[in-house]
């Protein structure tokens, strides 16, 4: 078994924290995992990618080839993902000429803000997860910056039915680990509250 896995944002919104976050849930899992990280002066944009890739077995290529799930926490990081393309939402645009997401598998899963990015995607391509992230951690866990790992509580609930789950309990471990200790108890409710719209967006 072989899962990739992309988070990908612009400046700020902390994507490569939330893939070293991921990958450190996958160790405690006990998969084997690489971690790759671009910035955007590498990508010639503002965004920023962290690609994880999680295996029972040991990985032979670090780097992702086709994405079974990605994180996409802006519109610029979507249409960075759709080759600088989008269709925009054209009502007269049928699902023939719907978006298509560069290097991601069909079927995967795609875990996105629902207020911050528009999106056209074909929904029998692929598993499409719409959460209110950016919002919740604004209004609910009370720091925007933590957007970044209610987004991960959102890709665990996701990820409890393909063959890469990673336990609620990793997660933990791996935001206890991975963040500066006092903001530990922050980003711990943060995965909390992204697990609990997840309940809604997840169906």
Request: aromatic fraction near 4%; charge should be positive; glycine fraction near 4%.
């Given at each position: 078994m072989r899962y990739e896995i992309r988070v990908i944002g612009s400046a700020g919104q902390g994507s490569l924290l939330a893939a070293y976050v991921l990958a450190q849930a996958g160790v405690e899992d006990g998969y084997h995992v690489t971690q790759t990280a671009t910035y955007g002066a590498a990508m010639r944009s503002g965004t920023s990618m962290g690609d994880v890739v999680i295996s029972n077995e040991p990985i032979d290529f670090p780097k992702v080839?086709?994405?079974?799930?990605?994180?996409?926490?802006?519109?610029e990081a979507y249409d960075e993902m759709v080759g600088g393309k989008p269709v925009r939402l054209d009502p007269e645009c049928g699902d023939k000429n719907a978006d298509i997401l560069v290097k991601v598998k069909d079927g995967a899963i795609v875990v996105f803000d629902a207020d911050l990015v528009k999106c056209d995607l074909e929904?029998?391509?692929?598993?499409?997860?719409?959460?209110?992230?950016?919002?919740?951690?604004?209004?609910?866990?009370?720091?925007?910056?933590?957007?970044?790992?209610?987004?991960?509580?959102v890709l665990c609930e996701a990820l409890k039915d393909s063959v890469a789950p990673i336990s609620e309990e990793a997660f933990v471990k791996a935001i206890e680990k991975a963040v500066p200790s006092r903001f530990v108890e922050l980003n711990k409710?943060?995965?909390?509250?992204g697990l609990k719209i997840a309940k809604e967006a997840v169906k």
């Open positions: 080839i086709d994405l079974d799930a990605i994180i996409i926490q802006s519109q929904a029998n391509r692929y598993k499409l997860i719409p959460a209110p992230i950016a919002r919740t951690a604004t209004e609910v866990v009370g720091k925007r910056q933590t957007m970044n790992i209610v987004a991960l509580g409710k943060a995965f909390a509250e």
